[in-house]
């Protein structure tokens, strides 16, 4: 998430949650649809402790955070994520569909470090802003990415939702009508903050994220707190 200060799009920045949640009234519990099937969905199995180092190292080169030796593992739960809308430096440029598989573990210290993992696809319009510095998408493209949002904090563990295993499908509602500019993009409000979804007025310390995207041979990299930092650029001819 760029500076511009919102908490929305991809959960980017989890140190301003709090701060949205208070101006909006978004609720934790709002945009959930139940899977009604008892079959598995290709996209419901959670992200194992191999496939989370390697999807960290690949775009981090061993430089991401990690928790303390002797850590436990609290939450373990996935859920699929469908119409968020993602943030770029000059606006919001795609609407996201994805896993999310929301990792965390209590320290021995009694601090919490948490891990949520992401990977699935961006759709971008034509006209809307590309999520590099500069430069209008001219068409319709799918770019596939994955990514992280990591770090540190403190709360009390009061869950509000399963703690393990498959949660459902959440529509955060997100519009292709919705993206553009910031000073006039709409955002959704069913976005859920998945901190809160465990540890209800929670506090983030120190955090690091770090996504990569990829489109015909095009990569950008939207990072925070990591090498490399954000790079590259996403453009539709």
Partial sequence: MKSEGNYNLLRKSLLLAVIVIAVTGMSVSTG?????SSQPHPMQSEVSDSQTGGMMKEITKGKEPNPAPGS???VNAVAKVINDEDSGYQGYWAIDNYTLNAKI???PNGTFFFALLYRGTATTYAGVPAPGLNGTENGKGVAHFSGYVTGWFTGTFNPLNATHGFLGTFNYGGSPSFLGAYSSAKT???AIDWLAQYF????????TFSFTYFYQGQVW??????SPSESGNIIVS
């Fill in 32 to 36: 959930v649809v139940t899977s009604s």
């Fill in 72 to 74: 436990t593992l609290k």
């Fill in 105 to 107: 573990w209590v320290e």
């Fill in 188 to 190: 959704p409000l069913a």
């Fill in 200 to 207: 209800p007025g929670y506090s983030v310390s120190s955090e």
């Fill in 221 to 226: 990299v939207d990072a925070f707190n990591v």
